[in-house]
């Protein structure tokens, strides 16, 4: 029985050796080092506020506190920045990247202009899982949906994401006339055109976001929120519309459902494929203590961001159970928006 316990104090001894000597080893990597934070879309929009709010923080929980400096790499649909990670930047973690909710989707609909596999990303985690919604100008003189079927659109969007994926959705399955109007590089561009008068509708934003950026036009009813998108109403929107209830069958419904399963996805974090594990996990730990932390929190309440974190583990499976759509269901959401419309505009 002595032996049998020498033997087992042993193992533990040499488990927590091991355990200890990797952490060491990832603190020993990343002190004194810089984390880019690549995102994949121009200053001022969502992805960039929740990337810069994020790298402010998260390098104080990593071992070794590296610096995390964000840096703006718009174009496509944020698949320029996308592509960078996965084919050309470093695979030793010091890069993190984010990157459009939909990519999931596309990739599960077979879009052959997506020539990375996403599920191979390595998720840290999601900072805002939230409802998206589609939201009219209020000089558009559009208040409902309704309206949006009896006269073209202009309607602006950041190309192959979202911002075009919704209104084409919405054409095909709902009869809405939204002239979609892409190439504009980040969402802080559309808003800009709205206020312009070059679109009349913004395709795609978060219900937080516009709380957190745009509290003012909410305030002074510069926008109305025609419909909301993802798996459940958002609480303080009872009254907008879900776009999956709007099907007008079960398959419509089901098409509208897998276009809605990205907002849990929201505003995601991730490594390249090849970064170490346990560098991997030290950054999943850091991200998920980051995200509990009041200071953290308060920051973010300060600047009207609402957290509603997703670990990296949880991403992990929720991009891989997008990707593992039936294909009937892809097929035919392919069919509706696989064609992206673009425009001369800058990408």
């Given amino acids: 029985m002595r032996a049998v316990l020498r033997l087992f104090a042993a193992t533990f001894l040499s488990a927590a050796v091991a355990s200890g000597a990797r952490a060491d080893a990832v603190e020993d990597f990343y002190r004194g080092k810089q984390i880019d934070m690549i995102i994949g879309y121009s200053p001022g929009g969502t992805y960039d506020l929740y990337a810069r709010l994020v790298a402010r923080f998260l390098g104080d929980y990593i071992p070794g506190k590296p610096r995390v400096i964000p840096r ?10 996308a592509n960078w990670i996965y084919n050309l930047g470093p ?26 596999d996403v599920s191979k990303f390595q998720y840290i985690g999601n900072p805002a899982a939230e409802n998206n919604t589609t939201a009219a100008w209020y000089t558009s003189g559009l208040k409902t949906l ?7 659109v202009p309607t602006g969007a950041t190309g192959g994401s979202t911002s075009s994926q919704y209104p084409k959705a919405m054409n095909a399955l709902l009869g809405t006339k939204f002239k979609i109007i892409t190439g504009y590089p980040g969402g802080n561009d559309v808003s800009l055109a709205l206020e312009k008068g ?7 934003n978060a219900w937080g976001a516009w709380k957190a950026t745009r509290p003012d036009w909410l305030r002074d009813k510069k926008i109305t929120i025609l419909v909301q998108i993802g798996l459940k109403k958002a609480p303080d929107l009872p009254d907008v519309p879900l776009l999956m209830d709007l099907a007008k069958n079960d398959e419509d419904r089901a098409v509208l459902k897998l276009l809605s ?3 849990t996805i929201g505003r995601p974090l991730f490594v390249a494929p090849g970064v170490p594990a346990e560098r991997v996990r030290a950054l999943r ?3 998920d203590r980051m995200v509990k932390d009041p200071v953290f929190l308060e920051a973010a309440a300060r600047e009207n961001f609402e957290i509603n974190a997703v670990s990296g583990e949880e ?3 929720i991009v891989a159970d997008i990707i593992a759509t039936p294909k009937s269901i892809a097929d035919r959401l392919t069919q509706i928006i696989g064609g992206v419309e673009q425009n001369t505009g800058p990408q």
Wanted: net charge negative; hydrophobic share 40%; aromatic share 2%.
């Fill in 146 to 152: 309704d309206d949006a079927k009896v006269k073209e």
């Fill in 72 to 81: 703006n790499m718009p174009g496509a649909g944020s698949r320029l920045a």
């Fill in 261 to 263: 399963a990205s907002v």
């Fill in 91 to 116: 695979k030793d973690g010091t890069v993190i990247g984010t990157g459009d909710q939909s990519l999931a989707v596309e990739q599960a609909m077979g879009d052959k202009a997506l020539t990375i």
């Fill in 285 to 287: 730990d850091a991200f």
């Fill in 315 to 317: 991403m992990q499976k």
């Fill in 198 to 204: 070059e679109v009349a509708v913004r395709g795609s």
